[in-house]
């Protein structure tokens, strides 16, 4: 698995001609639609936009495909269009001759893996791997492992989604999910992580034992990193109508500028009928739960 800016730097490249071989088309509109998934920073900050751009990054395709009536085709999904990337390039591959010197360009870094109650984590534009001397073979090969890898974090992510095994069955168990989003920042592409939480609290529980509509309160966690703002990770939290929202800028001037800015950021909330509790800005990262921290030392990421 492999964070998905990795994939959409090279797809760059190969659509805007930078290297010596170009995919055939049917690669090419494969390639075309998997970048039309990334979101600009406007889409993201309107509510239909955002929502739009969480139902359509990938997890959430096998629940989509089990509630689509017959004959109704799928609506646009980031893991189904990487599906078909796959098939594309597989088909391509088949026509080219076989090339045992190609090898595929090490990642710099290794993104580490999603994991259940962690704290998301922003990704920042990754660079093109595929050099402008690079042949249809090497083209083909990179295309298909790189995507390959971001169809495998997809599964992570869907895992990190899963409840607790002693949760499973339980009518009130916690509900999670973890998603990323492209986001367009320039012609690079970085990742917003998301983590959506909904907790039950004792009077919710009571209520559903009568029957009752469910409630709850929700948490929503994104986390960003890209130029020149940096790391920034978000926590949203709604009860009752009313809203508590916590920024965190990891570099201090970042954190100083949103602080200066603090009253213009309320105004905006409150235009888009929320009720704001409280705004709080803070220099650094949240902490880390510790249950997540226990997950870390059990899981064991290789990378060859």
Do not use: C, Y
Not at 170 to 199: K, M, S, W
Not at 223 to 242: F, M, Q
Request: charged residues 25%; hydrophobic residues 40%; negative net charge.
């Amino acid at each position: 698995q492999e964070s998905l800016t990795t994939l959409f730097a090279d797809l760059t490249a190969v659509a805007q001609g930078r290297t010596a071989s170009s995919p055939p088309p049917a690669v090419l509109q494969a390639m075309a639609a998997i970048l039309g998934f990334r979101a600009p920073p406007e889409e993201l900050a309107r509510p239909d936009g955002l929502a739009t751009a969480l139902r359509n990054s990938g997890p959430l395709l096998e629940a989509r495909l089990a509630a689509l009536p017959p004959g109704v085709p799928l609506p646009p999904d980031l893991k189904a269009a990487l599906q078909r990337l796959q098939s594309a390039l597989a088909g391509w591959t088949a026509t080219l001759p076989a090339d045992p010197e190609v090898t595929v360009p090490k990642v710099e870094g290794h993104e580490r893996p999603p994991l259940r109650g962690a704290l998301p984590h922003g990704q920042p534009p990754a660079s093109a791997s595929l050099p402008a001397s690079a042949t249809s073979a090497e083209v083909a090969r990179v295309l298909t492992e790189r995507t390959e890898a971001a169809l495998a974090r997809i599964t992570l992510l869907q895992a990190a989604s899963l409840p607790e095994a002693r949760d499973l069955g339980r009518p009130d168990a916690p509900l999670q999910a973890t998603l990323e989003v492209p986001l367009r920042v320039g012609v690079e592409t970085a990742i917003v992580q998301f983590q959506i939480q909904r907790e039950q609290d004792h009077e919710e529980r009571q209520d559903r034992k009568a029957g009752g509509r469910a409630g709850g309160d929700w948490t929503m966690r994104f986390s960003l990193e890209a130029e020149p703002l940096g790391p920034i990770h978000a926590a949203v939290r709604w009860h009752d109508g009313r809203i508590g929202i916590q920024l965190w800028a990891e570099r201090d001037a970042v954190a100083a500028a949103l602080e200066a800015q603090r009253d213009g950021l309320s105004e905006a909330l409150e235009a888009s009928a929320f009720t704001i509790d409280r705004l709080t800005i803070a220099s650094g990262r949240p902490p880390e739960p510790r249950e997540a921290e226990r997950a870390t030392a059990r899981r064991l990421d290789l990378s060859s």
